[in-house]
């Protein structure tokens, strides 16, 4: 994808509208926006976009879709396409033992539009790794299968008060949350999960950022499951179906996956203004992202304000120290913290501790 920023009188005009949405004095506050009415404000004019993807088309790609809110294009090509189009040399590479590819110098493009495109997309296949990890907890649900122990809803309900809320009926009835990911789901195991749980059943429906799967991922295809199977991001996906489900037990839960998560489902999710929350468990240290992506993404998060959609994402696992892996005995990457999470646009909550049942004073769960 090619996208586009704005100007800097476009860009005034937004961070004004965002600060009146939020202003209850303000004639403007909660006047959400459609992903229409934002393309028409702040995307790029139709005249810009059609040279776009006019010179594409020229360059031999095939232009696959505009922007609903004017902020992007996409494209499929070849690399012997993309090499010449964006003056850049695409490599195979191999990176801890796995095979990727990737541009290896910064893209380029023609200087009649190089000062309205802020990113070119998915010249590499490199996405953001899951932060899934074992916990430490010892709860009160057994598994009749493996005789582990497993934090519960009924758990986490006591843990942050939540059973008045519950009882008074806010339980998310009427809402929908948009979760983004990046593998297929077997929508058996949250099944499972909300049995287990005594929760009822879930409406869950899963949305493809791109090529849907064909045929479905099952535990018995899983060759064939889209993307590439990947265990950690099934069981990202599938813990974050579970408990956004499992805090609002009666809202639907939409799964939008993709390629990438927040180039395809993120981004998607936004475009098509598919939910009033949406939420990921992606990230990376913000050091670690280049400040082209951090200003596309800010971008699009700013977008998704204006519609009225909070996005949601993990503050990561490691505190201060984002940038360290996780596990290590000692800090030695700096005071990071971590992004999407960071973005003043993201609703972001971590560093939650609770006793949970092996010290002095403890409380039951």
Known sequence: SLRFSMTADQGAALDQLLADQQNPSSPRYHQWMTPTQFAAQFGLSSGDIAKVTAWLAGEGFTVTGVANGGTFVTFDGTVAQAQPAFATSIHNLSLNGEAHFA??????????????????????????????HTSVVKPEFTSSVSNNHFVAPGDIYTIYNMNPLLNAAINGAGETIAVTGQVDIYPADIAAFRSAAGLSAI??????????????????????????????????????????????????ILFVSGTDVMFNSMTYAIDNNLAPIVTTSYGACEAAWGTTDLITFNGLFKQANAQGQTVLAAAADTGATDCDPQGVTSATGGLNVDFPGSSPYVTSMGGTMFNEGITTGVTSY
């Open 203 to 252: 409406n869950l429906t899963t949305i493809h950022a791109g090529a849907a799967p064909s045929p479905v991922c099952t535990n018995s295809n899983q060759n064939l499951c889209y993307p590439s199977p990947d265990e950690s991001d099934l069981a990202e996906s599938s813990i974050d179906l579970e408990w956004s489900g499992a805090m609002a037990p009666s809202a639907s």
């Open 103 to 132: 541009n290896i110098t910064n893209p380029q493009v023609p200087g009649a539009f190089a000062g309205v495109v802020s990113d070119v997309a998915g010249l590499h296949n490199f996405r953001l790794q899951p932060r899934v």
